[in-house]
């Protein structure tokens, strides 16, 4: 288990690098347009951060 603080993608980046890993394995969920432009999209920057292969689970539960 690792605890992290900081900028999410690449602090997840740097673990699976730390462990070796070749599998990220992320959950999404629809956010609303403003939400979204507020915080960003870890999403869209781990692709830049990630040494390995990334699955992502999609949550289908609507946005209220």
């Known amino acids: 288990m690792h605890l992290a ?3 999410a993608a690449e602090e997840i980046g ?3 690098r730390e462990v070796g890993a070749d599998l990220l394995v992320v959950g ?5 347009r403003l939400s979204r432009w507020w915080r960003g999209s870890v999403g869209a920057s781990l692709l830049t ?5 990334i ?3 999609v949550s289908h539960t ?3």
Do not use: F, K
């Not at 951060?49 to 292969?53: E, L, N």
């Open 55 to 57: 699955l992502v689970a």
């Open 49 to 53: 951060h990630a040494p390995c292969s």
């Open 28 to 32: 999404h969920r629809e956010q609303g």
């Open 14 to 16: 740097r673990v699976a």
């Open 5 to 7: 603080h900081g900028n």
């Open 62 to 64: 609507e946005v209220g």
